[in-house]
T-cell receptor
Framework: GAVVSQHPSRVICKSGTSVKIECRSLDFQATTMFWYRQFPKQSLMLMATSNEGSKATYEQGVEKDKFLINHASLTLSTLTVTSAHPEDSSFYIC????????????FGQGTRLTVV | DAKTTQPTSMDCAEGRAANLPCNHSTISGNEYVYWYRQIHSQGPQYIIHGLKNNETNEMASLIITEDRKSSTLILPHATLRDTAVYYCIVRARNTGTASKLTFGTGTRLQVTL
């Protein structure tokens, strides 16, 4: 199956700093990628839809100036958590779908962010 | 996309079949049923999907009722490695690569010795 890779898998940063998470589609092109966030013992919540060559679409309640998304190529989307605070500590997951109709979505392995 | 309802948790003995139910009574004719699972601290993994016919692959079988208002994911011989949260999701077809998946709370399956 298709492969979506995230980097880093785990990161610890100090409060007030920014952290960049990369999401790559390794064997297919993805004009659209999705970013999710998951808090402990909760389900995945969609944060934003990343569109290649255009602005991301954010879900209600997600601050676009805090979670910067860049989708500069057909195989790479990045999520930057700016001025991170302890409440931003979470599991961040990206996904992409290689085809159009009815094909399954593939997910990255996730990035565990801890802000201290 | 239609809402789904799943039991919060289930247990299954290793080697036995695990049958995970999902209710999607408001599903519309153009919506598929997808199943994903998430093993602890990993990204979700695709399992199977179907429209109205039963489906089988190397991981599982999907049984969809004739009225399509519910479905059951069957893991024929559960192993400890199948312990995970299983998500049942319905998604409309013909929506392209930009269509998003909406996750519910899923069923936490615990496979025991």
């Amino acid at each position: 199956g298709a492969v979506v890779s995230q980097h880093p898998s785990r990161v610890i940063c100090k409060s007030g700093t920014s952290v960049k998470i990369e999401c790559r589609s390794l064997d297919f092109q993805a004009t659209t990628m999705f970013w999710y966030r998951q808090f402990p013992k909760q389900s995945l919540m969609l944060m934003a839809t990343s569109n290649e060559g255009s602005k991301a679409t954010y879900e209600q309640g997600v601050e676009k100036d805090k979670f910067l998304i860049n989708h500069a190529s057909l195989t790479l989307s990045t999520l930057t958590v700016t001025s991170a605070h302890p409440e931003d500590s979470s599991f961040y997951i990206c996904s992409a779908r290689p085809g159009a109709e009815n094909t399954e979505a593939f997910f990255g392995q996730g990035t565990r962010l801890t802000v201290v | 996309d239609a809402k789904t309802t799943q039991p919060t948790s289930m247990d299954c003995a290793e080697g036995r079949a695990a049958n995970l139910p999902c209710n999607h009574s408001t599903i519309s004719g153009n919506e598929y049923v997808y199943w994903y699972r998430q093993i602890h601290s990993q990204g979700p993994q695709y399992i199977i999907h179907g429209l109205k016919n039963n489906e089988t692959n190397e991981m599982a079988s999907l049984i969809i009722t004739e009225d399509r208002k519910s479905s059951t994911l069957i893991l024929p011989h559960a192993t400890l490695r199948d312990t995970a949260v299983y998500y049942c999701i319905v998604r409309a077809r013909n929506t392209g690569t930009a269509s998003k998946l909406t996750f519910g709370t899923g069923t936490r399956l615990q496979v025991t010795l």
